[in-house]
């Protein structure tokens, strides 16, 4: 196939594969997050989302089972990136007021990412007429979106103001 051959649902098909690699990354990077955080609630929220990630990870296989596609990850160097900032600020605030609010951070960068590849394939699934995918692929963005508000939230009710004390 010639890269002029090549339409929106091989870009579909690639960017599945490359949200498919970033979750399964994902649910690595969360258990560590959740260890190096001084907050309780912090902690719990990373233990909550890496439950909801392995659910995600589950609804993406479901999508490849749709599209007769084996479920195969694409190195995804956005989310290398993101995550490696975050054991960054692990090694670099170890022990500091700053960790929790410099992790939190991360983890919003990472929900912002998802946030956008979701959307993204969600309205592509709507134009290739994937009814199922648009469905499972929602249920994913609107769980991303909470996990994004619930973080916000407690950046501002307690980590950022304990980082700043």
Same mark, same amino acid.
């Given at each position: ?8 649902? +091989? ?24 260890? $190096? ?13 890496? +439950? ?18 084996? $479920?195969?990850?694409?190195?995804? +160097? ?37 946030? *956008? ?7 592509? $699934? ?5 009814? +199922? ?24 009710? *307690?980590?950022?103001?304990? $980082?700043?004390?």
């Amino acid at each position: 196939m010639t890269t002029k051959d090549k339409d929106l649902n +091989d870009l579909f098909l690639d960017t599945l594969k490359d949200i498919y690699y970033a979750e399964k990354h994902i649910l690595k990077a969360l258990p560590k997050m959740a260890k $190096a955080a001084s907050s309780d609630k912090l902690r719990a929220a990373f233990e909550k989302h890496h +439950d909801e990630t392995e659910g995600q990870v589950e609804r993406l296989e479901q999508i490849f089972e749709l599209l007769g596609k084996p $479920a195969r990850g694409k190195t995804c +160097d956005a989310i290398e990136g993101i995550l490696n900032e975050g054991k960054e600020i692990m090694e670099e605030y170890k022990g500091c007021e700053a960790l929790d609010a410099g992790l939190l951070a991360a983890a919003q960068a990472v929900e912002h990412y998802e946030i *956008s590849r979701y959307g993204t394939l969600k309205q592509w $699934a709507m134009q290739l007429g994937m009814e +199922d995918a648009v469905r499972l692929l929602d249920e994913t963005l609107q769980q991303e979106k909470k996990t994004d508000v619930a973080l916000t939230t407690l950046a501002e009710a *307690s980590v950022n103001l304990a $980082a700043a004390a």
